[in-house]
C-alpha cells in the first residue's frame, strides 16, 4: 500500500535483548537506502491496582542508557519464545513485586519507537492482586524499589517530571480512563 518495499537485511550486531540490521528499502519512486533498524522481542507493562483502586504499584530502577534511574510500571520482556502476553505479564508482575494478578484488562498494544526500533509493547490493568514471591533477575531488579503512587497523582507527577516513563504514562492514563468509565457504568446500572 505504502510503495516502499524491504530488499534486504545484513546484520550488524545481535546481542543478549536487542539485535542491529541495516536494511535496504526502495521507495515508491525505486530510490534504494538503508535504515538503521534495532529488533526487539517486545514486552509488556502492568499497571498494578491495589484494592482501593487509587493506588497503583511502580518501581524504581537503575537504567543504564540514562545512566540514572526511572520510576515506572512493572515491565519486562517477552523473551520466552511461543509464551502468551498475558502469561508473560503475570510472571513479570510477580517478579518485579511479588504479586500475581487475579485479572488482566489489556488496555493497549503500541510500539515504542517505530522510527528505528520493532518493538512492541502491551500494557496491562492488573487487578485483584494475590501475595507472591519476588524473584528479581539481574542487578536492576536485585536494586530497585516499589513505591506506591495515587493514580490521580499521574498529570501532576509527568508536569514535574517524576514520570518521564512512556509505557507507564500511557498505562496509568488509559487506566485512570478504564477505571473512570467503570465507575460511570456502575452508576447508571446502580438503581436510584
Keep these: 500500500m505504502s510503495g516502499f518495499r524491504k530488499l534486504g537485511e545484513r546484520l550488524i550486531h545481535r546481542g543478549h535483548t536487542i539485535s542491529l540490521g541495516v536494511g535496504r528499502f526502495a521507495d515508491p519512486s525505486g530510490d534504494e537506502h538503508e535504515r538503521e533498524v534495532v529488533h ?26 540514562l545512566e540514572g534511574t526511572l520510576l515506572e510500571i512493572p515491565a519486562g520482556k517477552r523473551d520466552v519464545t511461543g509464551e502468551a502476553p498475558e502469561i508473560t505479564a ?3 508482575l510477580e517478579e518485579e513485586v511479588g504479586y500475581r494478578p487475579g485479572r488482566l484488562v489489556k488496555l493497549a498494544e503500541f510500539f515504542t519507537s517505530p522510527g528505528f526500533c520493532d518493538e512492541r509493547a502491551i500494557v496491562y490493568l492488573a487487578l485483584d492482586l494475590q501475595p ?35 509505557k507507564t504514562i500511557i498505562g496509568m492514563s488509559l487506566a485512570r480512563s478504564y477505571l ?12 436510584s
Design 132 to 166: 507472591g514471591t519476588a524473584a528479581p533477575h539481574g542487578p536492576e531488579e536485585s536494586h530497585m524499589t516499589i513505591e506506591q503512587v495515587a493514580l490521580d497523582d499521574l498529570g501532576a507527577m509527568v508536569a514535574d517530571g517524576r514520570l518521564c516513563d512512556a
Design 40 to 65: 526487539h522481542p517486545g514486552a509488556v507493562g502492568m499497571v498494578a491496582l491495589l484494592d482501593d483502586h487509587r493506588t497503583v504499584l511502580l518501581v524504581r530502577q537503575y537504567r543504564s542508557a
Design 180 to 191: 473512570d468509565a467503570v465507575a460511570s457504568e456502575d452508576e447508571r446500572e446502580s438503581p
Design 90 to 92: 503475570a510472571r513479570e
